[in-house]
């Protein structure tokens, strides 16, 4: 058996309150990027991730190896993954072609608890056991020789990742990124690879967060420790599995270490609708650290009633319907300005079937594949916030520079605007101009305004995960809950306050510029959704809710 080769691996670290410089390996987190974020190196990523879960031996705690296995097999399937499509091999240095790989959802593929070889089983001290990095990938190595016969590991395909847990008292040194937290640092996990006998092996490892054993990462329980460890280096090894030939900058920062924060309720440590908290990471189009796109109901106006994924099918081509709102996740949507409308369940895609646009077409379910038959432009949307008035240009005032208000809505088409993918995602209104942040200023406070639309990336607003408008990293926001009508908007720091959750209500539009449509406004559970002219009726309306 060949001796593997390690190369030089990410850490996932907490960030203190002082900034403190990099290098290349991170000893603390850096402060939050102001930059694009990292870009695209020309290497792969891991399409379809399939999570491996290592516990080394079988005294790793008993709650990892209860709910771990889980956690991946949900996870991955989640719309966790879902908007790392951002990250797509598009485009390489350069602006050339790229290497045109997709990133989907993942699964797992089982649990494994490995009695490790006497050369890798580390040195046993007075404090616990000491095992060195290289003996980690090389027992992965052995493991995978043996194979699952034999009580070893399953060995890698390209979409492997091998997440690798110790139990208490086991003491990681030299790992390129350092030593584990319980040495006395702030290390509490890192992914690596390394190759055996041909064999590429991604690996992460996460250490153990059990009280007295000296670890304090996030800070939060154990077992939310190890989940929001573990979601760091899933999300940075799918992006960057063979270390800085992925999404990473010069200095080796990954979309983990963008300037994310993790420390209990903190806006970036994060809950799932699965119910697992997370880490949001770096997205370079959002440029804030995310989780997730938008997600919610899609409630049509006539009789409130929800566009339905029936019985949870993931068959393509399920024609969706029209049912009781009943808050399942056949019924979550995820929505953008810029891409598909993704089912939480299965991760599938709201499809106009063979680009067929003759009135009365079926809208299915259906595999996303970036077609433009799958692309969806909320439009004439009113903008709905906390004590539900609407976003509103002043007067239909569409002089640049004219600031936007908080007012009752009324239904002008000075409250109507239309999320499109222009130039990363604009929100245009009357007269075609866009929503604009003066100078690109994103001090807190500052009032959005009304302007020629210009390309510019303070014209960028997107939909942000829970019912969050985002901007240059920060949100769109009421300012002090104050519903007083000609209340100015603003942009502030995201806080998941309510000031910040906006609803849409409009019109959903796709190609060939016509309506998702409630057939004849019929309101029997069941009615299929279907594709028709757009006629401003009601049965064209639809409320998105996050």
Known sequence: ?????????????RRFAAAVSIAIIALFWSSRATAAGPPYNGGRVLSNVQVVVVFW??????????NIGPFFSRVTNSQYMDWLSEYDTTSSPGGTSGTNQAIGRGSLVGTYTITPTAANSGTITASGVSLQDAQISAELAAQISLGTANGGLPGPNA???????????????????????NTGTNLCGYHNNSNSSGQDIVYASIFDFTPGNRCTCAQGSQYVDTTTVSSHELMEATTDPDLFTGWSTGGGTEIGEQGCVVAPGNADERTLPTGDVVQAVWSNRYQACVAGWASGSIVGAVAGKCIDDPGFS???????????????????????????????????????????????????????????????????????????????????NTTNGTGLEYYDCNGGSNQQWTFTRSQGGEIRGPGNKCWDLPGGNTTNGT??????????????????????????????????????????????????????????????????????????????????????????????RWWFQP
Do not use: H
């Not at 058996?1 to 670290?13: D, E, K, R, W």
């Not at 091998?162 to 040194?173: A, D, G, L, Q, T």
């Not at 303070?458 to 969050?468: A, D, E, I, K």
């Not at 985002?470 to 806080?495: A, M, W």
């Open 447 to 540: 009032q959005i305004q009304y302007y020629d639309c210009n390309g510019g990336s303070n014209q960028v607003f997107l939909l942000g995960s829970g019912g969050t408008i985002r901007s240059n990293g920060k949100c769109v926001d009421l300012p002090g809950f104050n519903t007083t009508n000609k209340t100015q908007v603003q942009i502030y720091d995201c806080n998941q306050g309510g000031n910040q959750k906006w609803s849409l209500d409009g019109q959903i539009i796709g190609y060939g510029n016509k309506c998702v449509d409630l057939p004849g406004s019929q309101t029997a559970n069941k009615t299929q959704i279907q594709y028709y002219d757009c006629n401003g009726g009601s049965n064209q």
């Open 1 to 13: 058996m060949t001796s593997p080769t390690t190369n030089i691996g990410n850490n996932y670290q």
């Open 314 to 396: 993931t068959t393509d081509g399920t024609n969706l319907e029209y049912y009781d709102c009943n808050g399942g996740a056949n019924q979550q949507w995820q929505v953008t300005n810029y891409s598909a409308i993704i089912g939480s369940n299965g991760g599938k895609c709201m499809d106009l079937p063979g680009f067929n646009t003759t009135n009365g077409t079926d809208i299915q379910y259906y595999t996303c594949n970036a077609g433009t038959n799958q692309l969806w432009t909320p439009t004439n949307m009113e903008i709905r916030g906390y004590g539900n008035k609407c976003i509103d240009l002043p007067g239909g």
């Open 57 to 66: 031996t079988n005294a790793v705690n008993a709650t990892v190896r209860a």
């Open 159 to 181: 979409n492997t990742l091998y997440m690798v847990y110790f139990p208490p008292n086991y003491f990681i040194f030299n790992s390129p990124a350092g030593n584990s937290c």
